[in-house]
Protein backbone atom coordinates (compact mmCIF):
# COMPACT_ATOMS: atom_id res chain seq x y z
CA UNK A 1 0.00 0.00 0.00
CA UNK A 2 3.05 2.48 0.20
CA UNK A 3 3.28 3.40 -3.46
CA UNK A 4 -0.54 4.25 -4.23
CA UNK A 5 -2.05 6.66 -6.32
CA UNK A 6 -2.50 9.88 -4.38
CA UNK A 7 -6.38 9.62 -5.07
CA UNK A 8 -6.37 5.79 -4.29
CA UNK A 9 -6.52 6.20 -0.20
CA UNK A 10 -5.64 2.75 2.16
CA UNK A 11 -8.20 1.06 3.37
CA UNK A 12 -9.39 2.11 7.49
CA UNK A 13 -11.77 1.15 10.05
CA UNK A 14 -14.36 3.04 11.35
CA UNK A 15 -14.57 1.33 14.91
CA UNK A 16 -13.17 -2.29 16.15
CA UNK A 17 -15.64 -4.80 15.18
CA UNK A 18 -16.11 -3.41 11.60
CA UNK A 19 -14.95 -4.14 7.99
CA UNK A 20 -12.14 -1.93 6.57
CA UNK A 21 -13.60 0.65 4.60
CA UNK A 22 -11.74 0.96 1.00
CA UNK A 23 -11.94 4.87 -1.26
CA UNK A 24 -10.61 6.71 -3.81
CA UNK A 25 -11.07 10.01 -4.66
CA UNK A 26 -13.05 11.15 -8.22
CA UNK A 27 -13.20 14.63 -9.53
CA UNK A 28 -15.71 13.93 -12.07
CA UNK A 29 -15.98 16.31 -15.68
CA UNK A 30 -19.90 17.81 -15.15
CA UNK A 31 -21.32 15.92 -17.96
CA UNK A 32 -20.56 12.86 -16.31
CA UNK A 33 -21.88 13.76 -12.61
CA UNK A 34 -25.26 14.88 -13.78
CA UNK A 35 -25.45 11.68 -15.81
CA UNK A 36 -24.93 9.75 -12.92
CA UNK A 37 -27.26 11.75 -10.64
CA UNK A 38 -29.87 12.01 -13.39
CA UNK A 39 -29.60 8.01 -12.95
CA UNK A 40 -30.18 8.77 -9.11
CA UNK A 41 -33.17 10.66 -9.40
CA UNK A 42 -34.66 8.15 -11.94
CA UNK A 43 -34.28 4.67 -9.81
CA UNK A 44 -35.44 4.13 -6.48
CA UNK A 45 -33.07 2.96 -3.33
CA UNK A 46 -29.89 4.09 -4.77
CA UNK A 47 -27.16 6.84 -4.94
CA UNK A 48 -24.48 8.16 -6.46
CA UNK A 49 -22.14 5.77 -4.90
CA UNK A 50 -23.99 2.89 -6.04
CA UNK A 51 -24.79 4.40 -9.58
CA UNK A 52 -20.98 4.09 -10.04
CA UNK A 53 -20.52 0.87 -8.55
CA UNK A 54 -23.17 -0.71 -10.63
CA UNK A 55 -20.46 1.20 -13.75
CA UNK A 56 -17.79 -0.80 -12.27
CA UNK A 57 -19.04 -3.39 -11.73
CA UNK A 58 -20.24 -4.30 -15.70
CA UNK A 59 -16.71 -2.47 -17.15
CA UNK A 60 -14.92 -5.25 -15.23
CA UNK A 61 -16.60 -7.84 -17.17
CA UNK A 62 -14.39 -6.66 -20.34
CA UNK A 63 -11.89 -7.14 -18.58
CA UNK A 64 -12.41 -10.05 -16.31
CA UNK A 65 -12.91 -13.65 -17.28
CA UNK A 66 -15.97 -15.40 -17.28
CA UNK A 67 -14.34 -18.09 -14.78
CA UNK A 68 -13.57 -15.32 -12.70
CA UNK A 69 -16.67 -13.32 -12.38
CA UNK A 70 -18.49 -16.58 -11.75
CA UNK A 71 -15.85 -17.49 -8.94
CA UNK A 72 -16.77 -14.34 -7.23
CA UNK A 73 -20.10 -15.36 -7.15
CA UNK A 74 -19.89 -18.61 -5.90
CA UNK A 75 -17.53 -17.31 -2.90
CA UNK A 76 -20.38 -14.62 -2.47
CA UNK A 77 -22.93 -17.35 -1.80
CA UNK A 78 -20.92 -19.41 0.10
CA UNK A 79 -20.73 -17.02 2.22
CA UNK A 80 -24.11 -15.81 2.44
CA UNK A 81 -24.20 -20.19 3.56
CA UNK A 82 -21.77 -19.73 6.23
CA UNK A 83 -22.95 -16.85 7.60
CA UNK A 84 -26.50 -18.42 8.13
CA UNK A 85 -25.03 -21.44 9.64
CA UNK A 86 -23.68 -19.68 12.38
CA UNK A 87 -26.61 -19.21 14.98
CA UNK A 88 -28.95 -17.60 13.02
CA UNK A 89 -28.14 -14.07 13.80
CA UNK A 90 -29.69 -11.66 16.01
CA UNK A 91 -33.45 -10.77 16.69
CA UNK A 92 -34.38 -7.40 15.44
CA UNK A 93 -35.80 -6.08 18.89
CA UNK A 94 -36.47 -2.40 19.71
CA UNK A 95 -32.94 -3.10 21.44
CA UNK A 96 -31.15 -4.23 17.99
CA UNK A 97 -32.56 -1.26 16.47
CA UNK A 98 -31.10 0.90 19.26
CA UNK A 99 -27.88 0.00 18.82
CA UNK A 100 -27.88 -0.39 15.63
CA UNK A 101 -29.55 3.65 14.88
CA UNK A 102 -26.32 4.74 17.71
CA UNK A 103 -23.27 2.22 15.68
CA UNK A 104 -24.61 4.03 11.96
CA UNK A 105 -24.37 7.39 13.83
CA UNK A 106 -20.83 6.68 15.20
CA UNK A 107 -19.23 5.50 11.79
CA UNK A 108 -20.77 8.18 10.05
CA UNK A 109 -19.23 10.62 12.38
CA UNK A 110 -16.14 8.73 12.42
CA UNK A 111 -16.39 8.70 8.24
CA UNK A 112 -16.58 12.44 7.98
CA UNK A 113 -13.57 12.70 10.49
CA UNK A 114 -11.66 10.83 8.46
CA UNK A 115 -12.41 12.75 5.09
CA UNK A 116 -12.02 15.79 7.05
CA UNK A 117 -8.54 14.61 7.75
CA UNK A 118 -7.62 13.97 3.97
CA UNK A 119 -7.95 9.65 5.06
CA UNK A 120 -10.73 9.07 2.82
CA UNK A 121 -12.29 9.78 -0.20
CA UNK A 122 -15.11 11.03 -1.94
CA UNK A 123 -16.35 7.30 -3.07
CA UNK A 124 -16.62 4.45 -0.78
CA UNK A 125 -15.97 1.04 -2.93
CA UNK A 126 -16.30 -2.56 -2.00
CA UNK A 127 -13.06 -4.50 -1.99
CA UNK A 128 -13.37 -5.79 -5.14
CA UNK A 129 -14.16 -2.82 -6.95
CA UNK A 130 -11.30 -1.24 -5.12
CA UNK A 131 -8.85 -3.73 -6.43
CA UNK A 132 -10.59 -3.20 -10.20
CA UNK A 133 -9.77 0.61 -10.49
CA UNK A 134 -5.82 -0.54 -9.06
CA UNK A 135 -5.77 -3.13 -11.69
CA UNK A 136 -6.95 -0.50 -14.38
CA UNK A 137 -4.21 1.73 -13.89
CA UNK A 138 -1.64 -0.32 -13.15
CA UNK A 139 -2.47 -1.51 -16.68
CA UNK A 140 -1.46 1.63 -17.69
CA UNK A 141 -4.77 2.59 -19.52
CA UNK A 142 -6.38 5.21 -17.01
CA UNK A 143 -4.04 7.28 -14.76
CA UNK A 144 -6.91 8.01 -12.09
CA UNK A 145 -9.77 6.55 -10.35
CA UNK A 146 -11.71 9.50 -12.25
CA UNK A 147 -10.36 7.94 -15.48
CA UNK A 148 -12.13 4.95 -14.69
CA UNK A 149 -15.50 6.33 -13.72
CA UNK A 150 -15.41 7.62 -16.72
CA UNK A 151 -14.57 4.79 -19.13
CA UNK A 152 -17.30 2.84 -17.30
CA UNK A 153 -20.08 5.16 -17.31
CA UNK A 154 -21.00 4.41 -21.34
CA UNK A 155 -21.58 0.34 -20.44
CA UNK A 156 -23.91 1.39 -18.08
CA UNK A 157 -25.83 3.58 -20.23
CA UNK A 158 -26.03 0.92 -22.75
CA UNK A 159 -27.11 -1.20 -20.20
CA UNK A 160 -29.99 0.90 -19.00
CA UNK A 161 -31.11 1.78 -22.53
CA UNK A 162 -30.98 -2.04 -22.71
CA UNK A 163 -32.95 -2.24 -19.67
CA UNK A 164 -36.22 0.14 -21.32
CA UNK A 165 -37.20 -2.95 -23.64
CA UNK A 166 -39.87 -4.90 -23.08
CA UNK A 167 -38.67 -7.81 -20.99
CA UNK A 168 -39.31 -11.44 -22.58
CA UNK A 169 -40.07 -12.91 -19.28
CA UNK A 170 -42.52 -10.95 -16.95
CA UNK A 171 -41.43 -12.98 -13.71
CA UNK A 172 -39.14 -11.24 -11.41
CA UNK A 173 -35.50 -12.05 -12.59
CA UNK A 174 -34.53 -12.58 -9.19
CA UNK A 175 -36.92 -15.58 -8.64
CA UNK A 176 -38.60 -16.10 -5.44
CA UNK A 177 -37.97 -13.96 -2.58
CA UNK A 178 -35.70 -16.48 -0.96
CA UNK A 179 -32.40 -14.21 -0.81
CA UNK A 180 -32.12 -10.49 -0.07
CA UNK A 181 -29.51 -9.49 -2.23
CA UNK A 182 -27.64 -6.21 -1.30
CA UNK A 183 -27.23 -3.38 -4.13
CA UNK A 184 -23.32 -4.44 -5.03
CA UNK A 185 -24.62 -8.11 -5.32
CA UNK A 186 -27.31 -7.35 -7.88
CA UNK A 187 -24.98 -5.12 -9.75
CA UNK A 188 -22.62 -8.46 -10.04
CA UNK A 189 -25.37 -10.60 -10.66
CA UNK A 190 -26.87 -8.03 -13.49
CA UNK A 191 -23.28 -7.92 -15.04
CA UNK A 192 -22.63 -11.45 -15.04
CA UNK A 193 -26.04 -11.97 -16.44
CA UNK A 194 -25.11 -9.38 -19.14
CA UNK A 195 -21.56 -10.66 -20.07
CA UNK A 196 -23.03 -14.51 -20.25
CA UNK A 197 -26.46 -14.93 -21.60
CA UNK A 198 -27.69 -16.09 -19.18
CA UNK A 199 -30.74 -15.44 -16.52
CA UNK A 200 -30.53 -14.06 -13.42
CA UNK A 201 -32.00 -17.29 -11.83
CA UNK A 202 -29.60 -19.71 -13.60
CA UNK A 203 -26.62 -17.94 -12.27
CA UNK A 204 -27.75 -17.90 -8.80
CA UNK A 205 -28.62 -22.08 -9.22
CA UNK A 206 -25.18 -22.51 -10.89
CA UNK A 207 -23.52 -21.37 -8.15
CA UNK A 208 -26.12 -22.86 -5.68
CA UNK A 209 -25.41 -26.13 -7.69
CA UNK A 210 -21.31 -25.88 -7.15
CA UNK A 211 -22.70 -25.56 -3.13
CA UNK A 212 -24.45 -28.54 -3.26
CA UNK A 213 -22.14 -30.56 -5.03
CA UNK A 214 -19.55 -29.89 -2.41
CA UNK A 215 -21.48 -30.08 0.65
CA UNK A 216 -23.56 -33.91 -0.89
CA UNK A 217 -26.82 -32.03 -1.66
CA UNK A 218 -28.81 -33.04 -5.20
CA UNK A 219 -28.43 -30.25 -7.57
CA UNK A 220 -31.40 -28.19 -8.15
CA UNK A 221 -32.81 -27.77 -11.82
CA UNK A 222 -31.62 -25.36 -13.91
CA UNK A 223 -33.31 -23.07 -16.54
CA UNK A 224 -31.91 -20.26 -18.44
Not at 45 to 67: C, K, P, V
Not at 88 to 104: D, H, I, L, N, V
Not at 132 to 137: D, M, P, T
Request: proline letters at 8%; hydrophobic letters at 35%.
Amino acid sequence: MADLHPMIFPPVLLDADSRPVWSVQVELPPEIDQEIRRYVAEDELTSWTLTIHGALYLYRTLFWTRERLNAELEGMIEEGYRSAEKGGGREASPAFWAEFRQRTARNAERLSQLRAEGKVGNLLLPQELYAFILERIESGQCRTPTDVVCAATPYLRREREERKKPPEDVDDVYGAAVFEFTPAQKNLLEALSHETGRSIPSLITQALNLLCKKYGKPPLPDRR
